[in-house]
Each structure stands twice: as structure tokens, then as C-alpha cells.
């Protein structure tokens, strides 16, 4: 799909973007983390747009063609293709953090069962495990790492209120899961976020793991 970028937006910086977007991808379908078009990724291109994997594409053959620019409030930019359904979640991230480029969010099998097992309680308490401290600003595996799980709605406004909440009430926040649905995590690059990511579904999968051994 061709897009008319804005005469202020570079090609090549939105091409770069697209790119990464697209190599992130390739992998995390490889690993079955998207399954049937699902998931979506954005990186930040500047302080007032983001780079967008638009709606329904198989995410394990992105091109360039299958990402969009969207401003801060998730409008389309220079195209007429949609961005995700969940675009207002990236952005949200991004208008909260200026220090924050990447959002990754998928739904594995163990991020869905994790979200539906600990719904209940409205969060998962990682404590003890070593690999805490692949989260950024996480010094031991004897810290607490809250992950909310919040309730599903395809109602953007409301999960989108549901993490003001908790990130106005002053508590941490590096992921949260959507109860059904899948994770949601950033970082300052693609790096770093994808260490979010995998540390994540490794600990998510130890949760789980314990919970059926000790059943
Ligand atoms: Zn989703």
C-alpha cells in the first residue's frame, strides 16, 4: 500500500521503523505468539507520530506496505488503511513516557492463560525469580513485580482509563495483560523491549508451571 507520508516526515526514518517492525515480528510469529493476525507493534517515529502494524495483517510476513504512521491521539497519517483496534493503547504509552519507542503486544498461549488464571485477583506478584531483573530498573529477584490483568472490553476508552488508574495512583507499571487476550510491554528501543517481552512470557510460564505441579 502506498502511503503519503507528510513532507515533514522523513521516508527513510519512517522505512527504518517499518522495518524493525517487521523483523520483530517475523520472530515473535515464529515463536507462536500471534496467532491468526493478531498482535500489534508500533515504534515511536517522533514526539508526535508512531510507526503502526495496520489492522489484520499475518504478522509473520510483514512488509513495509503493512505499517502506517499514526499521530498521538492514534489517527491515521498520510494513508487511508486502518491502524490496529488497540492503536490508543500504544499511544497512551508513548504520551505517558517520552523516554519509551517501542510497544509490543501479543497473545501466546501463556500470556492468554496467564491473563485468565489471575483475572481474578487483577494482578500477578513475580517475586523470587532471577529473571525480574531483565525488566528495566529491576536490581533483584527479590523485589515485588506487579503485572496488572485488567478486564477485557473491545471498548478502547476504558482499558485505556483502567491504565491511567493504576499509573495515576502512583504504582509501577512495565506490562500489563488484558484478562483473555494477551500482553502488552515497551521499552526505550526494540532491544529492550523484546527482553521485556520474553522475560515476561518465561516468567508467566513458570507461574503456571508451579501452579499445575503443586495442583
Ligand atoms: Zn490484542
Redesign the pocket.
Known sequence: MSQMLPATISPTLFAERADAIAAAAAQLAAAGWTPAT???FSMRRDDEHAAITISGRDKGCLSRGDIMLVDMQGHAVGTSARPSA?TELHTQVYRRWPEMNVVL?T?SRTQSVASRLFAKDGVIRLKGWELQKAIAGQTTHDSELLIPVFPNTQHMPELVAQVDAWLDAGKPLHAYL?DG??IYTWGRDMAETRRHLEALEFLLGCELDLRRLSA
Open positions: 493478531s498482535s500489534n488497540e503486544h497473545h488484558i487476550h494477551g
